[in-house]
């Protein structure tokens, strides 16, 4: 299988998510105290939201990394059973 075929949606997805967490996350510092926030009975929305954000793209990047690791192995465990003449997992 080649590389390209092999890439996981969420690896880039996640990557945006966390970089605009990041991004919001710094904005809420930057604005802390803000009078802007007056509006939202003093809560830090975009610090708030900016964590959420973040924590959804670090989520997205394991679960592709997780995904990787799992189709190297089940694809070494495929050439393997291939070397031994034995039918792979799922074959009948």
């Known amino acids: 299988m080649s590389l390209v075929m ?3 949606i969420r690896l880039p997805i996640g990557w945006l998510f966390s970089a605009l967490g990041v991004i919001l ?3 809420g510092f930057y604005t ?3 009078p802007m926030y007056g509006r939202s009975e003093g809560v830090n ?3 708030w939201w900016g964590l959420a954000i973040l924590v959804f793209g670090l989520l997205l ?3 592709a990394r997780r995904g990787v690791a799992r189709h190297i192995s089940a694809a070494e465990e495929d050439r393997r059973a291939r070397e031994a003449s034995v039918p792979p997992r799922g074959a009948r």
Do not use: E
């Open 25 to 27: 996350v710094g904005y």
């Open 45 to 47: 929305i975009n610090l």
């Open 61 to 63: 990047l394991w679960l």
């Open 32 to 34: 802390h105290g803000n």
């Open 6 to 8: 092999a890439t996981d």
